[in-house]
Structure formats: C-alpha cells, structure tokens
C-alpha cells in the first residue's frame, strides 16, 4: 500500500470537481458485484456521460505519467474509471473487489491493482476514510485532495461512514505487466537505485531489470 501525494494538479483538481457538480449520478449499486452490491450505499457518475468518459481520460493520463505510479504499478490494461460520491450516511462495507473484470473496449482485465484518487479536501468532510485490512491489521486512508492510494487488489476494504459533508473519489483497477506484487516491487526498488547509480553500475541495472522484466513480463 503507497500513497502518492501529487497525482493530481491542484488546477486539474478544480476542473474535474466543476464537472462533476453537473454530472449525473445515479445509485452505486449498478457497478458493484453480487455480494459488493448488498453493502454500497453511494452514487456514481453515469459511466455512459461524455463528460464523465473524458474525466476518466485525464484521470488516467495523469497517472501513466506519474513516474510512482508508472514505476511500481507498470499498468497495461485499465479498468473504466468510476466517479463515486459519498453524503451524509453513505457508506462502503467491507468487500473485496473483483478479480477479473473488462477495460473499456470489453477486452478481459485482470484486476492486479486497485486505486483510489481523493477529490476532496479531507477537511469539508467528516469519516469516509477509505479501510483497507491486511495480515498486520486495518489501515484508514484520508489524504490531501489529489493524492491516489494503490494497494495489491484483493485486500478487503471498506470506505467508513460519512457523517458531515461529501466525498468525492475516482476509482478504478489495473492489470499490471508484473502479475506478483513482490516482483512489482522488486523492480521499483531497482529502478530507484538506478537513479543515482554511477554510469558503469547504471548500465548493469539497466540489464538486470531488462531480464527481469523479460522474466516475469506478461501482457
């Protein structure tokens, strides 16, 4: 589990929350599974709203290029993005998503890893921390607006109850080029070494993440 604090511009911010204020939401429970659907109570923005597919674009453009993401993640297939909101009331109970869903085209994606971008600033909000449970316990999530949290999909996780306010967050999923999170991470590590490596040792990393990745690679 990471938390990237600049995944999104402040600028970039404003202009996806000026959207959705006019967008069309309708009950969450359409883009939830069997079992998630008995436990979401939120809305989301209509998937089929031209303006909502565009936000979804630039969501995920600004994370390709985010060089964290882009390095721990290795993302080849997306997931639609989803728009969700949360007032007072709603909430997310206690889930785990699905392990193989569709990317837009309908092609079959393997769901690797999960994220969540914070859109609102955690201070005109009250609860809808975003909990994610592991081995070593739960962990909750309320970042500065812009910031993404990834984690291994998999993981059961809610989003608590919102109390005051609204939440809004961007969701989505990633079938990553690297099946297993240890090997993801691997790789990180070594790209990050490389980063200040002098030339002789930066070749050799070079080579070695090229083996790895021609090792564990998948498309």
């Known amino acids: 589990m990471i938390v990237v604090e ?22 969450g429970e359409r883009t939830a ?6 436990v979401k109570h939120n809305e989301q923005a209509r998937g089929d709203d031209p303006e909502v597919i565009a936000l979804g674009h630039r969501v995920k453009r600004s994370l ?3 060089p964290v993401v882009k390095g721990l993640v290795r993302p080849v297939r997306w997931s639609s993005l989803l728009f969700s909101r949360y007032g007072p009331g709603q909430q997310y109970g206690l889930h785990a998503d699905n392990a193989a869903m569709h990317d837009p085209t309908g092609w079959p994606l393997r769901t690797d890893v999960s994220f969540t971008v914070f859109l609102s600033d955690p201070d005109t909000y009250i609860g809808g921390a975003l909990l994610i449970r592991s081995l070593d316990g739960d962990r909750e999530f309320r970042p500065q607006a ?9 993981l059961l996780h809610r989003v608590t109850p919102v ?7 961007c969701v989505g999923w990633v079938q990553s080029l690297i099946r297993r999170q240890d090997q993801r991470e691997v790789l990180f590590d070594l790209e990050r070494l490389r980063g200040g490596a002098r030339d002789e040792d930066s070749l050799v990393l070079d080579k070695t993440i090229g083996n790895l990745l021609r090792m564990w690679g998948e498309d």
Do not use: C, N, Q
């Not at 599974?33 to 008995?38: D, L, N, S, W, Y």
């Not at 812009?146 to 998999?154: A, E, I, K, L, M």
């Open 146 to 154: 812009g910031s993404v949290v990834v984690y291994p999909t998999g």
């Open 64 to 66: 390709e290029m985010h």
């Open 163 to 169: 109390t005051a306010g609204i939440r809004l967050a």
């Open 33 to 38: 599974g069997t079992a998630a659907a008995k």
């Open 6 to 27: 600049d995944a999104l511009a402040r600028e970039e911010l404003a202009a996806i929350r000026e959207v959705l204020e006019r967008a069309p939401f309708r009950s």
